[in-house]
């Protein structure tokens, strides 16, 4: 039997013949910057077109990594010194890490059991301060969109959507990504699609998405050879590089075009997962608000206690089947860096900041669902690739497993 604990790489298990022949095309035409060379192939650019078509949106830029997706997106948003971005309590570093590189401070908000960001604590977290509130939509399922859109439009509050890991997921219909005011993705190797590194940011806000370019590309704006032009008319910004390459164009170009065919396999195979899993009766499953639009990345189970999802991960390892913890079982804030408020510089800034008027305090214990749920929660990868057969062999150990803890 094929050993079904080791990490799924949806995107990256289907490359083929597609993928070498884009990259040697960038390589034989001797072209791998994406905005001038001798024979310029355009596949970021490219890439940009089928994601604006996909997602039916005006405009995408392809980056450098999902964090620089983060990065573009906050100064698109002018998130600065002074500002507080809510994040939910449950997500990569990137998140918070992003927000504190835009000398912003990050606030985590506690999450509910679909272990996105909870409503009712996101207004809680609201201060003058907050500029952003970005929402993560964790392994494939979507936040509470309705409830969190309706918060930050009474609010007047931007929203930036964190679809890294849930790309072509959706929500009522809606692509997550496309509901706030600028989506971001990842195309790193754990992500549904993939170009080894990667990342993208969508918008339908004009202004957002030339803001968006030039802080990914040194405050620069292009002609149309490519070549940086300077406009008395544009007084442009301080910028950095999170620019793709073409040679990274060419791959993230024929996931994108697999992308459905990826979302629609996983969803099958997780039905058949939750159906065969379901003969245990009541069993404790991380909520979905969308299950027939989400991309089941992976399927969460909480188990009654944080012990119990330890020894099931250790048992599902034994048994060669997919089943662990998230994040080792611990919400974002628990890193001893965040916790103790430590940055690059012996400053502390934005901590200290004399423009943040803020004094958030990071502590266990403050996001206590958070901390309760991500600790229990056994996660199922979801593999587009798996069969009837390895379903079944999943099926049948997880039933074992599972059993002893409910
Ligand atoms: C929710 C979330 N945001 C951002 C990122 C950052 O993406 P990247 O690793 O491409 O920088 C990740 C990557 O794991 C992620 O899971």
Known sequence: MKDLSKPVYPGALVYGEEETQSVAEVIENQSPFRYYGPNLQGKASAFEKEATELFGVKHALAVSSGTAALMVSLRALGVGPGDEVIIPSVTFIACAGSVVSCNAVPI??????SLNMDPEALERCITPRT?????????????DMTRIMAIAKRYKLKVIEDSAQSFGAKYKGKYVGTMGDIGTFSLQ??????????????????NLYKRAIMAHDQGNIRD????????????GFYGENYRMSDLTGAVALMQIRKITDIVNKMRINARKIIDGLNEIPNLYWRKDYDEEGSS?????????????AIQAQKECKERKVSGARLYQGLPTYAYPFVLNKLTVHPSGCPFTCPHY??????????CPTAEDLIGRALFIQVSPLLTDEDIDYMVTNLKAILRKFV
Do not use: R
């Open 108 to 113: 985590f908000c506690d999450v509910d059991e």
């Open 131 to 143: 500029k952003v509130i970005m929402v993560v939509h964790l392994q494939g399922s979507s936040a």
């Open 189 to 206: 190797i754990n992500k549904t699609i993939t170009a080894g590194e990667g990342g993208l940011v969508i918008t339908n806000d004009e």
């Open 224 to 235: 149309a050879s490519g070549h940086v032009v300077v406009d008395p008319t544009c007084p």
């Open 296 to 308: 089941y990345v992976s399927l969460a189970i909480y188990l009654p206690t944080a012990e119990d």
């Open 357 to 366: 008027k803020g004094k958030p305090e990071y502590h266990m214990g403050m």
